[in-house]
């Protein structure tokens, strides 16, 4: 057989298991498959690499005959069986591998099959007090106990968002940062006690001057802040309504939450509220823990609505290559192993 009847005959069967496959994959996907383009169509060079690999080793290595005859006339009396017509099957179905692999390295996809990924888009900052009156127990076990619960609970409904956590008594400080690890974060938020910062005084603007640097971090398009406190700002540094209008410059709504039962208390709850409508968010009250987890849940339920509709994401095909390539390859091993093993 010439050289070029061989490498033709190769091409033959390598042609056949690409069809096959493609009409296996075709069944699958339907009439969506006109729908289907290449990420990166330039892969597809790679399929001259076996093809050149092929002819370079015909041309250079011709397959010798595997049987001699002393006699011409014996060899013509001699026709061809069904093993000696596809003794070349095992090449092209090894070069039909091949040529799907490299359409799978071009990445085909489905432009109608795409789907777009819904996010939030929300990086969420929460301030939690920890001034000594958090230890009251009018929520139960206490406010601070209480406060831990609702806001694990919270970080579990924000799956999507990243998420920071600031402390502030006398002082503010940073629990955890801005992450979606929020594993991380709950664990951190359980740890929380007191005594871990001074106490005795609450510095609500300290509290939000950190929670701002920490958003100051984010490039999200939806800010927000969770102001949790029992008291009033009765210490030195930032002023909570400058805090605010820095957060407002910022574009960072404050959502503030007041806890605990105050009777007879000098607490300042107008404040809270000058703070919450200067940004855009809402001022809660919550003195009771009934009260306390509707207060995150209507937040929640705010939250909820700056749902962003993302880029459409395109269905990747590639594994539908994979597989036929795959069965191509075990069949090549199978028969170059069994009944087309060739001798010597």
């Known amino acids: 057989m010439s050289r070029a009847l061989l490498l ?13 496959a493609a009409a296996v994959i075709g069944g699958v996907i339907g009439a969506d498959l006109r729908h289907v383009t290449l990420a990166e169509p330039l892969w597809l060079l790679a399929g001259l690499l076996p093809l050149a690999a092929l002819a370079l080793r015909i041309a250079r290595a011709p397959r010798p005959p595997t049987l001699r005859f002393s006699r011409a006339r014996t060899a013509t009396r001699l026709r061809a069986g069904l093993a000696a017509r596809v003794v070349d099957l095992p090449d092209g179905l090894r070069l039909a591998a091949a040529l799907l692999l490299a359409v799978a390295l071009a990445r085909p996809q489905s432009s109608r ?13 929460v301030a939690l007090d920890l001034s000594d009156s958090m230890e009251n127990q009018d929520l ?30 006398a002082t503010a400080s940073t629990i955890a940062p801005l992450t979606l690890d929020h594993d991380v974060v709950r664990l951190l938020v359980r740890k929380v006690q007191l005594g871990g910062l001074d106490g005795t005084r609450t510095a609500i603007g300290a509290g939000i001057g950190v929670a701002l640097n920490r958003l100051g971090e ?32 910022r574009g960072v709504q404050i959502y503030t939450v007041l806890i605990g039962r105050h009777a007879g208390q000098n607490i300042d709850p107008g404040r809270l509220e000058r703070i919450a409508s200067a940004t855009g968010g809402y001022a809660y009250t919550a003195e009771d823990r009934d009260a306390l987890t509707t207060s995150f849940q209507d937040l929640l339920n705010k939250l909820e609505k700056s749902t962003i509709e993302g880029e459409p994401v395109r269905a990747e095909l590639f594994a539908w290559l994979l597989w036929p390539a795959l069965l191509l390859l075990v069949g090549d091993v199978v028969l170059r192993s069994t009944r087309l093993r060739r001798f010597p």
């Open 8 to 20: 033709g005959k190769i091409l033959g069967f390598a042609l056949l298991g690409v069809a096959a």
């Open 113 to 125: 099959l795409a789907d777009r990924i819904e996010h939030e888009g929300i990086d969420i900052a």
């Open 140 to 169: 139960y076990p206490n406010r601070l106990e209480a406060a831990k619960q609702v806001i694990d609970e919270f970080i579990a409904r924000r799956p999507h968002d990243r998420v920071a956590v600031v402390a502030f008594g």
């Open 218 to 249: 984010s490039e999200a398009k939806s800010k927000v802040l969770v102001l949790l406190t029992d008291g009033v700002h009765n210490a030195e540094g930032l002023d909570p309504d400058s805090a605010a209008q820095e957060a407002q410059d």
